[in-house]
Nanobody, 127 residues
Framework: QVQLVESGGGLVQAGDSLRLACTTS????????MGWFRQAPGKDREIVAA????????YYPDSVKGRFTTSRDNPKNTVYLQMSSLKPDDMAVYYC????????????????????WGQGTQVTVSS
């Protein structure tokens, strides 16, 4: 019954910034470890960020480190992905994912460990 909804995608030029939001219908704030993934046409799904239930721990792969940051506002049941210095290679459909009942400070980096996925939001980056 719980759903995730991504928002904030759109068309930007290289070097621009975007902030994606993922809102959950979960009743209890902070119940899920969260992750952000993306998938470009013809490519495998890849993780771009993860954040623990508490928000204390985050993870970023080298491809986005220093450009992307994720944060969460548990009272609003929302997780954010702030993307800066966007590149054409960042163009993809971005998905948020939730892992229920993860250890408080654990980050989840494997897609197979996530229980729930949003529908995705398109990020298009032009050069």
């Amino acid at each position: 019954q719980v759903q995730l909804v991504e928002s904030g995608g759109g068309l930007v030029q290289a070097g621009d910034s975007l902030r994606l939001a993922c809102t959950t219908s979960a009743r209890t704030s902070g119940s899920y470890a969260m992750g952000w993934f993306r998938q470009a046409p013809g490519k495998d799904r890849e993780i771009v960020a993860a954040i623990s239930r508490s928000g204390a721990n985050t993870y970023y792969p080298d491809s986005v480190k220093g450009r992307f940051t994720t944060s969460r506002d548990n009272p609003k049941n929302t997780v954010y992905l702030q993307m800066s210095s966007l590149k054409p290679d960042d163009m993809a459909v971005y998905y948020c994912a939730a892992r229920f009942q993860a250890v408080l400070n654990r980050i989840v980096t494997m897609a197979s460990e996530y229980d729930l996925w949003g529908q995705g939001t398109q990020v298009t980056v032009s050069s």
